[in-house]
């Protein structure tokens, strides 16, 4: 056992003696506090031991008086200069920022993830080529199983949702469409407006929707899950890529059944748009369907068949990236899933735009 901590004053020397540990400093901080200015120099070369307690009462000492520290061995040295390391000022609570200052930074903040995000999923998008390209040059590397498994995921088990969503939006453009048009005397044109509008473009949005919500939300947190369990670091152990393994699947399952969902959907569509023409209009199912064949061109079609696997790759790749991007704990997965959902039903409804400019510019209007 160690004597207590003591100190000693002699002229602008400060000599410190014992034990400085916790349990044996004593009053030692209150009678530090009744010294004068006239200390220089803290002297600590009879010191027999110190812990981090003494050695920020030494350090708090020597600060407020500006006095030098001497006698100090190696390990009393190096405990003194973590101790000054941390002492650095807190700030308890943060400075004022005006409400316009406030919005301009999380804009800002925002923006640059934004920007963050889409470099990723660029680079994203060429480890996905790449990988394809691999399953091209080798092709027993395909995964086929895996494949034809996200087919029913992405695919079969959302006929289902998706022919019911699809068969009342044909409903309700049909029952606004003949409210607005009545006004006119031009109920006739509820067809057209029921056959264009679904074809061309809500047909394929809403299913994208859909399965950005449904398959897309899936694919980020199945793989945020195998992220944080540590199996997609285990695949890559055992010599397995994961984009090979994981993403080209659920990508190539999107790709293809997106055009085939968004022709299922925009048929229930018309098909939801035609009994209430029969219903409310009087329209007779074969006069609505020799009325479709006048008024929908084939371009319509074209339209939403070439839009469907871009914003299946889109959907895809945005799952599986943000499903990649998981770490740390589990609530990362719930957030990428979140964040999987928002940014492919942005950039669908973005794309979209495009490509209603672009084939428009064409001439398929």
Not at 93 to 122: D, H, M, N, Q, W
Not at 281 to 308: Q, S
Request: charged content about 15%; proline content about 4%.
């Amino acid at each position: 056992m160690g004597a207590a901590a003591d100190f000693s004053e002699d002229g602008d020397v400060l000599r410190f003696t014992g034990d400085l540990s916790l349990a044996k400093l004593g009053d030692l901080p209150q009678r530090l506090r009744g010294l004068g200015e006239g200390v220089r120099r803290v002297d600590l070369s009879r010191v027999e031991r110190i812990d981090t307690v003494g050695a920020w009462i030494v350090h708090r000492f020597a600060r407020d008086h500006d006095a030098a520290i001497e006698g100090l061995d190696p390990e009393q040295a190096r405990l003194l200069a973590h101790v000054g390391d941390a002492d650095q000022p807190v700030a308890m609570r943060p400075r004022y920022l005006s409400p316009f200052t406030r919005v301009l930074g999380e804009i800002g903040a925002a923006t640059a993830t934004a920007g963050k995000t889409l470099l990723g999923l660029l680079g994203f998008l060429g480890a996905t080529v790449i990988a394809f390209g691999n399953v091209l040059r080798h092709p027993r590397r395909f995964r086929f199983n895996a494949t034809v498994q996200m087919f029913d995921v992405v695919g079969v088990s959302a006929l289902g949702i998706i022919g019911l969503m699809s068969f009342l939006i044909g409903i309700v453009i049909a029952q606004q469409g003949a409210v607005q048009l009545r006004q006119f005397g031009a109920e006739v044109l509820t067809v057209n407006l029921i056959g264009r509008i679904t074809l061309r473009e809500l047909g394929v949005l809403m299913t994208a929707i859909m399965v950005a919500g449904r398959s897309g939300s899936a694919f980020a947190a199945q793989i945020g899950t195998m992220k944080l369990t540590e199996e997609i670091d285990a695949m890559r152990t055992i010599g397995v890529s994961p984009m090979e393994a994981l993403v080209l699947p659920r990508t190539i399952s999107a790709i293809v059944l997106m055009p085939l969902l968004g022709f299922y959907a925009s048929l229930v569509a018309m098909i939801g748009g035609g009994l209430l023409c029969w219903i409310n209009l009087g329209i007779p199912p074969v006069t609505y369907i020799a009325r479709l064949r006048e008024v929908v061109p084939i371009t319509d079609l074209y339209v939403g068949l070439v839009k469907a696997p871009v914003f299946g790759a889109i959907i895809a790749m945005a799952g599986c990236f943000q499903g990649m991007q998981v770490e740390g704990d589990a609530e990362q997965v719930g957030s990428r899933t979140t964040a999987a959902v928002v940014q492919a039903i942005f950039l669908v409804i973005v794309l979209d735009a495009f490509f209603a400019v672009f084939f428009t510019s064409m001439g398929w209007t």
